[in-house]
């Protein structure tokens, strides 16, 4: 029982936390430079967190070819550039990751 | 282990599209690492977005008076 609550508690707090902003919004014009903003957020969260996830092991910057995130990335990259197929990109990016593991071990 | 990044790199890849998005986002990503030794884990992320996305929006202003 206490986990029942503790599980309709947490999904009314999430739901309130979605639809909250978008109630509230939904009915005002925001300004242009806000827009703006939020037009820019997504690129900058994608990038900050794929930044940190290549190039950061046990919470130091790890540059080298020995980072075998970075060098996976690099196939990852040209077949998302060739195919923008995401299923596609992850398959070669992990396969690439696996093989460099092997050899880098 | 690389199916997060390799989602990262198809969605920002697929995402950004003009030289705007483009600039932020390397802006985000070199913030993202000089913060990460002050901020730790929790808060790197959204402070290098905060800053990087805010001087997008202000460069454009510049821009657009200049």
């Given amino acids: 029982m206490e986990i029942t609550r ?22 005002m014009a925001l300004p242009a430079w806000l827009r703006a903003w ?18 950061v092991r046990e919470d130091r910057l790890l540059p080298s070819w020995h980072n075998s995130y970075l060098l996976a990335a ?29 050899w880098l071990g | 282990e690389f199916a997060l990044p390799a989602s990262l790199v198809c969605l920002l890849f697929l995402l950004v599209r003009d030289r705007e998005g483009l600039w932020v986002a ?13 901020l730790g884990n929790s808060g790197t992320t959204m402070a290098a977005t905060v800053v990087a996305a805010t001087l997008g929006v202000m460069s454009r202003r510049w821009r657009l008076r200049a």
């Fill in chain 1, 6 to 27: 503790l599980i309709l508690g947490l999904a009314l707090g999430t739901w309130l936390i979605r639809a909250l902003p978008l109630t509230i919004l939904s009915g």
């Fill in chain 1, 38 to 55: 939020l037009r820019l957020v997504p690129g900058a969260v994608l990038a900050a967190s794929l930044a940190q996830s290549l190039l």
């Fill in chain 1, 74 to 102: 690099a196939p990852a990259l040209v077949v998302v550039w060739r195919t923008s197929n995401m299923l596609l990109t992850m398959l070669v990016g992990m396969g690439a990751f696996a093989l460099l593991q092997r």
């Fill in chain 2, 26 to 38: 390397c802006l985000a990503a070199v913030l993202a690492l000089v913060l990460r030794p002050m």
